[in-house]
Structures are given as C-alpha cells and as structure tokens.
C-alpha cells in the first residue's frame, strides 16, 4: 500500500471511531481519562444512580469494534488513535474512554451557567432569583405544581438517629426545636424540616453507616401530600429538560463535609425547597447521594410526624 492510500485511509479513522462507538454503545464519548474527575465533579449523580456509565480502555475497543478491526491493524489503530480528540477537554484520546448518552437534552452552556449560579449563590445569595438559570428553575417548578398529582403516603417511612439506648424515647425521631436546627440539605438554620427514607438502608447511609447506637424510627403518615418527585425525572415531560440536567448535576447531588460548617453544595438544593414551599408543595422526594437506591423524603410541615404515627423504634445494624 503506497503513501498516499495509507495517509487516505488513516484520515477516515476518526469517523470510522466514532460510528463504531455509536453503533456499540449508543452513546459518545463523555470524558476521557484526563477530565474525568472534572465530569463527575459536574454530574456525580452519574456515579451515583446510572448502570449505563463506564468505561472502556482502547485495546478493548479495538478487539470489539467492526469497522476499526475490519480496516486498520492494531499498530495502525494504537499509532493514529490520537488523531481522535475528547469531545469534552479537547485532548487527544491516549488509554481509556467515557461512553455515555443522556436521557435528556442539556443546553450547550449549561455546565459554564451552572458554575456562573453557584458562584452568584456564593456571593450574594439572597438575590439568586437575579440569575436567569435560577429564575428559569423556579419557573419551571412552578409549572410542575399545576399537574403534580397528589402522593398516597400509605407506605413506611424511616427516620435514623444516632443516640445512646439510655436517652432514647418516641420524641428523639421527632422534629428538633428551631434552636437546635442546623443546615441541611433542603432547610435553612433554624428552620426544621422532617427528613426520612422509604428504606431503612437508605437511612444508614445518610447517616454514614454508623457502627454503633443506630435506632430506626418507622412511621406511618397514611396521607394524601403534593411532592415535587427529583427521584423520577423520568416523570417529566420533555420540556423539562432542565429540571433533569438540575437533579444530575452537582446542583443538586454533590457531597458534603459532614461536619463543615460552610457548605456551600447545599445552597442551590435549599433554593429548589424555597421554591416548593412558597409555591405550594408539601415537601421533595429526592435521590440520595450516599447511596444508589432509595428514596429520600422531606416534608416541611414536621408535624406531620408526631408520636401519635410512630409505629415502632429499634436499634439498626446492617445485615452482614
């Protein structure tokens, strides 16, 4: 093969790369082993919640590809690979790939608005609504309310705490006292907020798998609520794209230092719940970030648990 057929056929590699990558996964290259750490650190949901996101060294790709094996050598693939840049830092392909496709479309800004939100929330929190991506979330929450349908509670819901046996009673599950309210990740200091788990699991987790001295409380709410559902994105409707991308990014579900007492990764999820509140809502079920299953729940009336829908308390340690 002369020169010229050979540089020929080494200019279609890029596209013979891609439609393999296409035809195999359905998907494009997210990341590369470069930026990784950059695209979870923007989508940590990913991790967290998608069976879909993996990865891929190329000797790998090459072994399972058609088009690539069908025409290049292995030399030949491994010589001209970097020819084949990283959608998402621009660097050339060198060892390992990121496939993966969104169930949602997001805008082609959105990471850069989403940093621009966060540090206009940083600064001067109290005039967030100033910022479009924050005006265009609370807009788009706002018209969730209109067809939310009414959530039957007529299921078990779980509180943890963390408490020595001796000092343990039906009101230790209860809301704590506004003084004693600190931040969380969807209420303000000194405003509390119910907090619970459809699954005991979940609860352990939250609370960072705790060795000794866990108690589960199970309550029984046996009522009708409106909750903005963050779980099931699924759920809405393709429009709401943005509330998607929202959930999946580090908006909402990144992690935190437990004991910091600046957390700023809780800022954006406490406007999402202002939001709810002021519009109507009773309260978020939304995705843990400790844990890839189960559901978080949060109401903002706590009298909603009393003593009188405590079914029973006990103490919790995780099945070996």
């Known amino acids: 093969m002369d020169e010229n057929t050979i540089e020929t ?8 790369f891609l439609d393999d990558l ?14 990784y750490s950059d695209f979870i650190k923007n989508w940590p949901m990913i991790i967290q919640r998608s069976n879909e996101f993996f990865s891929i060294d190329l000797e790998s790709f090459y072994a399972g590809s058609r088009r690539i094996k069908e025409n290049y050598s292995l030399k030949e693939f491994v010589d001209n690979i970097h020819l084949v840049k990283c959608p998402r830092c621009g660097e050339s392909i060198e060892d390992i790939i990121y496939p993966f496709e969104f169930h949602f479309c997001i805008d082609e800004d959105f990471e850069f608005d989403v940093n621009l939100l966060k540090q206009t929330i940083l600064e001067t929190p109290f ?4 910022n479009s991506l924050a005006n265009r979330v609370f807009d788009v929450i706002n018209e969730q309310i209109a067809f939310t349908e009414k959530t039957l509670i007529d299921f078990p819901l779980y509180r943890g705490r963390v408490i020595k046996k001796e000092d343990i009673c039906g009101d230790s599950f209860l809301a704590p006292p506004k003084e004693l309210t600190r931040e969380g990740r969807y209420n ?32 029984s709410l ?36 437990d004991e910091a007492k600046h957390k700023p990764e809780y800022y954006f999820t406490r406007f999402i719940s202002d939001c709810c509140k002021y519009l109507g809502f009773d309260g978020l079920i939304y995705p843990s970030v400790q844990i890839g299953t189960g559901e978080n729940y949060v109401f903002f009336d706590t009298n909603l648990f009393s003593d009188k829908n405590l079914i029973t308390y006990y103490e919790y340690k995780k099945q070996a």
């Open 9 to 16: 056929k080494i200019k279609w590699l890029v596209e013979d």
């Open 22 to 35: 296409d035809s195999w996964f359905s998907a494009d290259i997210k990341c590369c082993e470069k930026c």
């Open 127 to 130: 005039i967030v609504l100033k």
């Open 188 to 219: 303000h200091n000194g405003i509390p907020v119910i907090y619970s788990a459809n699954k005991k699991i979940t609860c352990y987790n939250e609370l960072r798998k705790p060795e000794n001295d866990f108690f589960i409380a199970e309550f």
């Open 222 to 257: 046996k009522k009708k609520l409106i909750l903005l559902n963050l779980n099931n994105i699924n759920a809405f409707d393709e429009k709401n794209d943005l509330l998607k991308s929202i959930v999946w990014s580090s908006l909402c579900s990144a992690k935190t230092e």
